[in-house]
T-cell receptor
Framework: EPEVTQTPSHQVTQMGQEVILRCVPISNHLYFYWYRQILGQKVEFLVSFYNNEISEKSEIFDDQFSVERPDGSNFTLKIRSTKLEDSAMYFC?????????????????FGDGTRLSIL | AQKITQTQPGMFVQEKEAVTLDCTYDTSDPSYGLFWYKQPSSGEMIFLIYQGSYDQQNATEGRYSLNFQKARKSANLVISASQLGDSAMYFCAMREGPQQAGTALIFGKGTTLSVSS
């Protein structure tokens, strides 16, 4: 079964450094997402991406964050000037294309996550 | 106000018994979708089951079923014949509006299920 893959599984970075988290969505999916989960807390939406542009973003997704689809398969999340509070599990997800009721039941498929630790 | 409320921080069940995990939601949008995800201790998020706001019947997927009570705005997950491998965190999530490009999922705080032998 196709799956969303994320690399690395664990990233340790010094505070203030930039980090890039990578994701390969499921190949026929056109909607991509990033979520984060601070340890012990609920999953929070960061951003969604469609047709090479951001379609929705949360208050968390400020100028420190950016997303990119550099080629036909990868989807990246860049975090600049990392802070201690950026430590979290970051999940990439993807879902199929289409609008309307016939696609309304399509779930977002999540990768296994990247655990980001800021020291 | 919380959009998704899961009132049970932890639940305990014996193997082979059924368990119900509660989820209530809050939305004024007539079109929405409700999802349940399982997160084992290894951390990945696994999609379990979906219920659409216009679906006439409760969703079922193998041992998982969804007790959808629209008037009460509840979408409880029922796991039948619990197995040790069901021990995990379970999240209820909602997508408001019809499937649009990049609609975010709103998650509850989760319920930790522990299955004992």
């Amino acid at each position: 079964e196709p799956e969303v893959t994320q690399t690395p599984s664990h990233q340790v970075t010094q505070m203030g450094q930039e980090v890039i988290l990578r994701c390969v969505p499921i190949s026929n999916h056109l909607y991509f997402y990033w979520y984060r989960q601070i340890l012990g807390q609920k999953v929070e939406f960061l951003v969604s991406f469609y047709n090479n542009e951001i379609s929705e973003k949360s208050e968390i997704f400020d100028d420190q964050f950016s997303v990119e689809r550099p080629d036909g398969s990868n989807f990246t999340l860049k975090i600049r000037s990392t802070k201690l509070e950026d430590s979290a599990m970051y999940f990439c997800a993807s879902s199929e294309s289409g609008l309307g009721q016939e696609y309304s039941n399509q779930p977002q498929h999540f990768g296994d996550g990247t655990r980001l630790s800021i020291l | 106000a919380q959009k998704i409320t899961q009132t049970q921080p932890g639940m305990f069940v014996q193997e082979k018994e059924a368990v119900t995990l509660d989820c209530t939601y809050d939305t004024s949008d007539p079109s929405y979708g409700l999802f349940w995800y399982k997160q084992p201790s290894s951390g990945e998020m696994i999609f379990l089951i979906y219920q659409g706001s216009y679906d006439q019947q409760n969703a079922t997927e193998g041992r998982y079923s969804l007790n959808f009570q629209k008037a009460r705005k509840s979408a409880n997950l029922v796991i039948s014949a619990s197995q040790l491998g069901d021990s995990a965190m379970y999240f209820c999530a909602m997508r408001e509006g019809p499937q649009q490009a990049g609609t975010a999922l709103i998650f509850g705080k989760g319920t930790t299920l522990s299955v004992s032998s």
